[in-house]
Every structure is written in structure tokens, then in C-alpha cells.
């Protein structure tokens, strides 16, 4: 019988807030930040990597983020923040001492310990890196569960790459493929150019032991199920983390049906057999 997704245990109030204080920051890109908190009281919630958090700007809202740190460190949460409109750009804004509200962990992660015994092929673009980052660490940390590593990774341009020191550090190691590229390199730009399903060509995928999990922009992530496809994966063995208008967290608003499912309750990560007749669609 086929495992189920990973999920946390829910929280006793899906709804309470917990306020974390910030204590340190990094900047990826030009707009994008990976925010280090901790709880005023208490340890932080365990999470199954491919979660996300709820968090809230006191006065401005709240919005879904991925959790993007080591699932295995129990000091502090990790979110990485793109600053697109009024309540992420008052997150990445914020400095070290000040708080965030935060409710969570949600949803449904990757399916780590399916793949275990199997090989692994990630493939992520721009900040569909940050949830795929903790399904990295847990790999690396327990590398002899698994076959094979693959990591195919895209953004625009040289700047956009997130997570520069890790990738150059996983990209050392012998036992794992970690490839990028980018659609526009510069003069200092010494990679690969193009989208991230060029990579495909640099690999070779056994399909019948392969777990892929996918995560980017929609438009790239359809290209890439459709090269997984090619390559021979079935539908089952592919996993895609879907973004959509979440606001409660829990299944209960309805803001992000997408067929039959809520991305909230029954995602972020599902298996593209359960979605892939009505992936794509605008409104379903």
C-alpha cells in the first residue's frame, strides 16, 4: 500500500497565534530574505519538510510561507521571504529583535520516507528552492536511505540563485548531482545557461526507482512533469508543492480549493496523479 504524505500532528488551536522574536537574517537576493526566529516561550513545533507556516505582520496581515530550514534543528525556524506585496515586504523588513506572529506547522510534505530505498531527483526554480531546502537537508543527513541524488536548480539570472554558500557546499560533495543553471548568465557566470529542464540531459533517470519532487512557478513545474514523463515516470512517482491563496491554514475558509482538494489541508505537496486532469487550469 502506497504511504501517505507526510503531515504533523495539528495543533490543538489551529487558529492561536505564537509570537517569535527574530534574531538573525540573511539576504539571498535583492528581494528576498531568510528570516531566523524563536519563540518568546518555549521550543519551536517540529515540522515534516514541504510544510508551511502561517505569519503574521502585526497590523498589516498574514500570509502562507514554506518552512526552508534543517526539519532536524529544534532551536529555531527558518522562512525564507520574497518581498512581493504590503504584508511579505513588512516580514523581510523586519530586524533582529522585532516579532512575528506565526501559526503552524500545515499541510502535507514530501514524501521522504516513500522515497526511501529509491533514488531522488529534485528539481526546483527560483524560490521553489526554500520548501525543498528541508527535504535536502534530511536527505544529506541521511544519505545511506537512499539511491541516488539528484538536484536540478534554475533562476534568472546569477543574482537570483538562493542559498549560494549551501549549494556550493552540497555541490562538493560526491555523493549527490547538484546541477544550475540560469536563463541569463554575466560576465562572471561560468554555469549552465538555459531552463532548468535543459539540466535533464546531464542525468540519466532510472524510472522505475525514481521519486522526483518539483517545486517552482507553475509554468515550470508543468514543463517538468512533462520531461519526467518523457523519461518515463509515472504520475505516482512525481510530487509537486502547489501555491495557492491560503488564509485560514486548516481547510476552512475555502480560499484555496483546487479541484476536489484544499492546497492548505490536503497539499502544499501532492502527488501529480491526484491533480495532474485539472493541473494547469486557471479556475477549477
Known amino acids: 500500500m502506497v504511504q501517505q504524505l507526510a503531515r504533523a500532528e495539528a495543533p490543538l488551536d489551529p487558529f492561536a497565534i505564537t509570537w517569535y522574536r527574530v534574531f538573525a537574517k540573511t539576504?539571498?537576493?535583492?528581494?528576498?530574505?531568510?528570516?531566523?526566529?524563536?519563540?518568546?516561550?518555549?521550543?519551536?513545533?517540529?515540522?515534516?519538510?514541504?510544510?508551511?507556516?502561517?505569519?503574521?505582520?502585526?497590523?498589516?496581515g498574514?500570509?502562507?510561507?514554506?518552512?526552508?530550514?534543517?526539519?532536524?534543528?529544534?532551536?529555531?525556524?527558518?522562512?525564507?521571504?520574497r518581498s512581493v506585496g504590503a504584508v511579505t515586504g513588512a516580514l523581510a523588513g523586519k530586524g533582529r529583535g522585532e516579532l512575528i506572529g506565526y501559526r503552524g506547522p500545515y499541510g502535507r510534505g514530501w514524501p521522504l520516507e516513500e522515497a526511501e530505498g529509491k533514488d531522488v531527483a529534485i528539481v526546483?526554480?527560483?524560490?521553489?528552492?526554500?520548501?525543498?531546502?528541508?527535504?535536502?537537508?534530511?536527505?544529506?543527513?541521511?544519505?545511506?536511505?537512499?539511491?541516488?541524488?539528484?538536484v536540478l536548480y534554475g533562476a534568472r539570472t546569477p543574482p537570483d540563485l538562493l542559498y549560494k554558500h549551501e549549494i556550493e557546499r552540497w555541490r562538493g560533495r560526491l555523493d549527490t548531482q547538484f546541477l544550475v543553471?540560469?536563463?541569463?548568465?554575466?560576465?562572471?557566470?561560468?554555469?549552465?545557461?538555459?531552463?532548468?529542464?535543459?539540466l535533464f540531459r546531464h542525468i540519466r533517470l532510472d524510472p522505475a526507482n525514481t521519486i522526483a519532487l518539483v517545486c517552482?512557478?507553475?509554468?515550470?513545474?508543468?514543463?517538468?512533469?512533462?520531461?519526467?514523463?518523457?523519461?518515463g515516470l509515472p504520475e505516482d512517482q512525481i510530487f509537486i508543492s502547489m501555491?495557492?491563496?491560503?488564509?485560514?491554514?486548516?481547510?476552512?475558509?475555502?480560499h484555496c480549493q483546487f479541484g476536489p482538494y484544499f492546497v492548505c489541508k490536503d497539499g502544499p505537496v501532492f502527488r501529480f496523479s491526484e491533480?495532474?486532469?485539472f493541473f494547469g487550469r486557471r479556475e477549477v
Open 124 to 150: 526546483a526554480g527560483g524560490i521553489g528552492l526554500a520548501p525543498l531546502r528541508p527535504a535536502i537537508y534530511h536527505i544529506v543527513q541521511n544519505r545511506e536511505k537512499y539511491g541516488k541524488f539528484y
Open 27 to 60: 539576504r539571498e537576493t535583492p528581494d528576498t530574505m531568510t528570516i531566523r526566529m524563536r519563540p518568546l516561550n518555549g521550543q519551536p513545533p517540529t515540522f515534516k519538510p514541504g510544510q508551511f507556516s502561517m505569519l503574521y505582520a502585526y497590523g498589516v
Open 275 to 277: 491533480i495532474g486532469s
Open 181 to 198: 543553471t540560469v536563463d541569463k548568465g554575466d560576465e562572471r557566470w561560468r554555469g549552465y545557461i538555459g531552463v532548468v529542464t535543459t
Open 216 to 231: 517552482g512557478p507553475e509554468i515550470m513545474m508543468k514543463f517538468t512533469v512533462a520531461e519526467l514523463k518523457n523519461q
Open 62 to 81: 498574514e500570509v502562507p510561507i514554506s518552512i526552508s530550514g534543517d526539519p532536524a534543528n529544534r532551536r529555531y525556524l527558518e522562512h525564507t521571504v
Open 243 to 254: 501555491e495557492r491563496n491560503m488564509k485560514c491554514g486548516v481547510g476552512l475558509c475555502g
